[in-house]
């Protein structure tokens, strides 16, 4: 039967369906009692809303991950990050592989859709070069961390240090140094500052820009795609750094405190971790309105495609605001690096956005008329939720049930929905057989 069921599915249905069964099996595994440290394991609704987190690359956490969770709960939470940051068609092409199954044509359009791809040609390739890639970067940083956290936490460090470099690659924010404090411990740290800053962007840029950067001498040579990732990617990075720092370098409660070095460091960290990494390394909560703000941009517009990242993505705000340029120029044609970017594209862009926008505003009033707290600060957590991003004021732990099972929803629709509904728009259909006259509507 359920086979049957299956069959009938589109390739972005199943890859959608994947994601929520990877969900329900890390709930059941958080229930378990030897998940947690009291030996009573979570209740459904809290086990579901970490294993969401976890297999969304969120990091939203109603417990303590460093603190409620044994060992064996801490490792169900890597591995689910692991499995959701990099798609389980992912994994299951390199298994596919070792065991020298054939990867017939259904299959590879599954992994096409995983990976975001246009076409199945070499989406075998990429999705075995992702695995590689992937353990070669969070073994290397991972050693990097082990080393430096065994001065401190002497074996256990060696632990802490892979399991945060894997948390921090495939974006997701987990932490284990307890309390909800995150990285502010190491907000002066410079190995720790810059290991975690250059995993996130590493695991946020894609697949797609590792591989041209490692395969290609010169910036002329990389795909358009890889050279609006990079240029967006260093323009938020610059824009993020200098503007966090402006803001905030008089609140007492996060900058004005520290060092000029670590002023700078703090102002790199969180020009980065908002768009979808999800660790901080000064309280989020004593942060000034405006910043706050800003980080809500940066949550929604998130990391880039086929990355282990959320939002609605560094190309999809590209090309909007490349648009809105051209517009204003009074062009007919969206043009950058030489290349005109096709109508479909623009369409496409503008489509997720209008969604992701809508998505979360309406999200906020629902939370917010359950709630009885700030409108910034339902806001602030809707945007994590949707932007697969970690970061919190605090207040995630005490939602009701109700508002947990929304941001569930939340955080499945960032990590799967705008990519489904990107999918459906870009599915090929029948010209309209029939072409009415054109109306004119007045616009501004």
Request: glycine letters at 8%; hydrophobic letters at 50%.
């Amino acid at each position: 039967m359920l086979v049957k069921i299956i069959k009938h599915l589109s390739t972005y249905q199943i890859v959608a369906l994947t994601f929520l069964l990877l969900i329900l099996v890390g709930t059941a595994l958080l229930m378990l009692p030897a998940a947690s440290t009291t030996g009573q394991g979570l209740s459904f609704i809290d086990a579901l809303f970490m294993a969401t987190s976890a297999v969304c690359v969120t990091g939203l956490t109603v417990v303590d991950t460093g603190i409620f969770f044994t060992t064996f709960g801490q490792m169900v939470v890597i591995v689910l990050v692991q499995l959701g940051g990099l798609g389980i068609m992912t994994f299951a092409t390199m298994v596919s592989v070792a065991f020298g199954k054939r990867i017939n044509l259904r299959e590879r359009l599954l992994i096409q859709e995983a990976l975001n791809q246009e076409t199945v040609a070499g989406v075998v390739r990429m999705a075995l070069n992702i695995v590689k890639y992937t353990f070669i970067i969070e073994f290397f940083f991972g050693s990097i961390l082990a080393i430096h956290f065994y001065k401190t936490f002497g074996l256990q460090g060696i632990y802490f240090g892979y399991w945060h470099a894997i948390s921090a690659f495939c974006n997701a924010g987990f932490d284990l140094f307890g309390n909800y404090t995150s990285l502010m411990p190491f907000a002066s740290d410079t190995v720790v500052n810059l290991c975690i800053v250059a995993l996130i962007t590493l695991g946020s840029i894609g697949f797609i820009v590792i591989e041209d950067v490692l395969h290609k001498p010169k910036f002329i040579d990389y795909s358009l795609h890889s050279k609006i990732v990079i240029v967006t990617t260093i323009a938020l990075g610059v824009f993020g750094t200098i503007a966090f720092w402006l803001m905030e370098m008089g609140n007492p409660d996060t900058l004005a405190h520290l060092s000029g070095k670590d002023q700078f460091l703090a102002s790199v960290f969180h020009s980065v971790s908002p768009r979808s990494g999800g660790f901080n390394t000064v309280p989020v909560d004593q942060m000034e309105g405006n910043t706050l703000l800003l980080l809500i941009i940066f949550m929604l517009i998130g990391a880039s495609s086929t990355s282990t990242g959320g939002g609605i993505k560094t190309t999809t705000c590209a090309v909007v605001l490349l648009s809105v340029w051209n517009i204003l120029r009074g062009k007919n044609e969206c043009v950058v690096f030489n290349r005109r970017i096709s109508r479909k594209s623009i369409d496409k862009a503008f489509a997720i956005t209008i969604l992701a926008v809508l998505f979360v505003v309406i999200i906020t009033l629902i939370v917010s008329t359950i709630e009885e707290l700030p409108v910034m600060h339902v806001l602030f957590e809707v945007a994590a939720a949707f932007g697969t991003t970690g970061l919190s004021i605090g207040v995630t732990h005490q939602l009701s049930d109700l508002s947990k099972l929304i941001l569930v929803a939340t955080m499945y629709a960032g990590r799967v929905g705008v990519l489904t509904f990107a999918m459906v728009l870009m599915q090929k259909h029948e010209p309209d057989k029939i072409k009415y006259p054109e109306g004119k509507i007045i616009i501004g």
